[in-house]
């Protein structure tokens, strides 16, 4: 099933590590090292129905969050990156929407995948996930900081050229 999410960038790692954890014939469990809570929901996803048969590779979502690929618009017309990210960009009274969304300092600089500090800077997954912007943001009072959610560490899942072979398509 297609899907996408929209305050939920570390879906699309978790969507790449299951496709290479299918493609080694791994269990993602253990490569993963996920937890009870994992296998318990695994189970009840099986009894309903919900778990696909055998191996099913995954399309990881679209990489569209906070100013990438999306754009909120308040009803007094101030331009955030996102509806969950109080950080206004400028205003649609002032300035056309495209161009707050191209050029804006705030835009621009969320887009950059470089600029995220921390865990989520060093991240091999971060063009594709990036973390939350808006709950680091929620966390810290600073967009580039760590997604405070996240419980991925950097370079623990190897695999590295199958990652960048599937993050760049």
Aim: hydrophobic fraction near 35%; include cysteine; charged fraction near 25%.
């Amino acid at each position: 099933m297609s899907l996408k999410t929209t305050e939920a960038p570390a879906f699309r790692r978790v969507c790449i590590q299951r496709t290479i954890c299918e493609e080694q014939g791994l269990d993602p469990a253990t490569a993963m090292r996920l937890g009870p809570d994992y296998r318990a929901l695994t189970a009840q996803l099986t009894d309903l129905g919900l778990q696909p048969d055998g191996h099913q590779l995954r399309r990881p979502p679209l990489p569209i969050n906070a100013a990438r690929g999306f754009v909120f618009v308040s009803h007094t017309g101030e331009v955030f990156p996102s509806g969950f990210l109080p950080r206004s960009a400028g205003d649609v009274h002032a300035r056309p929407l495209a161009e707050i969304y191209r050029d804006s300092d705030l835009f621009t600089m969320l887009r950059d995948t470089d600029r995220p500090t921390g865990r989520c800077g060093r991240c091999e997954f971060r063009t594709v996930c990036g973390g939350s912007r808006p709950r680091a943001y929620g966390a810290t009072a600073d967009v580039l900081e760590d997604d405070p959610l996240c419980g991925y560490e950097p370079g623990t899942f190897g695999f590295g050229e199958r990652v960048r072979a599937l993050i760049a398509g």
